[in-house]
């Protein structure tokens, strides 16, 4: 192995799965996101306030590159980070690429909870989480090694699958 990475849309379950997966499989867990926030002391929303999304993106791009150097972590990434063909690029060659799908309708269930989706701050986040689905599923498969369906599936089950569907995957 090398890193285990999951990718996948907001809501999909990326940092909730990669925490259980990194303590089920004792390694340190790392959320791109997170390591932002920590690196600039802001949190994401203020930085697309600033900074605009553009901004945001370059600082992902950045932290993605350097994930990614990385040996034996589990790795949640954002969102958006297949957006950037350089990013795709280094998650695929970052280790194993986990997508976690999951429907437009439970995205927008687990992502109402929480207003720190600067993207889903507007009057229709079902029509933001369609359209950017559209435009990134494609690319999460293009670069995924498997890809684990969650929908309606408690996340120790999640994790449980990914362990098993890793376990059967041949060498690269
Ligand atoms: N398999 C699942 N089933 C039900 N709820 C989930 C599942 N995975 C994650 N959640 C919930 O959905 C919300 C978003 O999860 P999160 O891990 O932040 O997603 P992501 O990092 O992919 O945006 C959280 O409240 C989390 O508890
Ligand atoms: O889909 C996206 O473009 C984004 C997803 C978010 O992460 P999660 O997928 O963990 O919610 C976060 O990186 C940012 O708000 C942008
Ligand atoms: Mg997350």
Redesign the pocket.
């Known amino acids: 192995m090398r890193n285990l990475i ?1 990718i ?12 259980l997966l990194a303590k089920e499989l004792r390694l340190p867990f790392k ?1 791109s ?1 997170k390591e932002i926030e920590q690196r600039t002391g802001a949190d994401i929303p203020w930085i697309f306030d600033v900074e605009g999304e553009q901004g945001f993106r370059d600082r992902e791009q950045a932290m993605i590159e350097e994930l990614c150097e990385e040996d034996g972590v589990v790795l ?1 990434t ?2 958006g980070a297949v957006l950037r063909p350089a990013n795709r690029h280094a998650l695929r060659c970052g280790g194993r690429v986990v997508y ?1 799908h ?1 429907s437009v309708e ?2 927008i ?3 109402s ?2 207003r720190n ?1 600067p993207l889903l701050r507007t009057a229709d986040p079902g029509k933001v989480l369609r359209d950017l689905m559209s435009i990134r599923d494609p690319l999460y498969r293009e670069i995924a090694d498997i890809i684990i369906e ?6 120790r ?2 994790v449980n699958e990914i362990l098993e569907r890793l376990q059967a995957l041949p060498p690269r």
Do not use: C, F, N, Y
Not at 8 to 19: D, L, Q, V
Not at 150 to 155: I, N, S, Y
């Open positions: 999951l996948g849309p907001m809501g999909a379950g990326k940092s909730t799965i990669g925490r959320d996101d949640a954002g969102g976690l999951t439970q995205q269930e687990r992502t909870r929480d989706r969650t929908d309606e599936r408690p996340p089950l999640v």
